[in-house]
């Protein structure tokens, strides 16, 4: 167990339709990360936050959107939902203090399917 | 833009086999490299990780060779056994930013 919790584990929704998932990051971590992970694309960055400030965006469609709040969970709001947007999205959590040795661990993650 | 190359897509090896997952990077700021474990169901977990100023590190029965001059690493796995089974991902980093990864290798150690 990573020490990083997301709800919900499996979410099952129609095609432009609103979601939110959430992420709890291991206590005392301050920065969060959130991927997004097909079969055909491996593990793609999305954003990443440091004690509620946004720190990093990858590949984050403007559909997308992210933020952490005072206690440190974030949430990956997704919106107008496409086909395409079926995958397992993660959250990790890292200290944001490290350097490049910073570790990130990873939480379950959020099964995603857009009907 | 940053990338990590990783290869072999998909390997079966024996158990006791040596199985070896190659990467090659582009930009030669990354400062780490680590290698993550992911199982089905899961989400990926540390494995092993090094810095460029050392050519080798084990960990068990995980060794990461390092390459810095032709900008590869690999994973060697000795002794597979089936519960290596899983696919493992390079990534690399430089400083604070965030990971780049490799696309993954999907693994089967069969009994």
């Known amino acids: 167990d990573s020490g990083v919790t997301q709800t919900p584990k499996h979410l099952i929704t129609a095609t432009g339709q609103r979601v939110t998932l959430r992420c709890s990051p291991r206590?005392?971590?301050?920065?969060v990360y959130w991927y997004q992970q097909s079969l055909d694309q491996g593990l793609q960055f999305l954003i990443q936050y440091y004690n509620g400030e946004e720190r990093a965006k990858g590949n984050i469609l403007e559909r997308f959107s992210a933020q952490q709040f005072p206690d440190l969970h974030s949430e990956l709001n997704l919106s107008s939902l496409e086909l395409g947007d079926s995958a397992l999205y993660f959250c990790?959590?890292?200290?944001?203090?490290?350097?490049?040795?910073?570790?990130?661990?990873f939480g379950p993650g959020t099964r995603l399917t857009v009907l | 833009q940053q990338q990590v190359k990783q290869s072999p897509q998909s390997l079966i090896v024996q158990k006791g086999g040596i199985p070896i997952i190659n990467c090659a990077y582009e930009?030669?700021?990354?400062?780490?490299f680590p290698w993550y474990q992911q199982f089905p169901g899961k989400g990926p977990a540390l494995l092993i990780a090094?810095?460029?100023?050392?050519s080798e590190k084990k960990e068990g029965r995980f060794t990461i060779s390092f390459n810095k001059s032709a900008k590869q690493f690999s994973l060697h796995i000795m002794d597979s056994q089936p519960g290596d089974s899983a696919t493992y991902f390079c990534a690399a980093r430089r400083g604070y930013s965030t990971l780049t990864f490799g696309k993954g290798t999907m693994l089967l150690v069969s009994p």
């Open positions: 206590s005392g971590d301050l920065s």
């Open positions: 990790a959590s890292s200290s944001g203090t490290s350097g490049a040795t910073d570790t990130q661990y």
């Open positions: 090094i810095r460029p100023d050392v």
């Open positions: 930009n030669t700021a990354f400062d780490y």
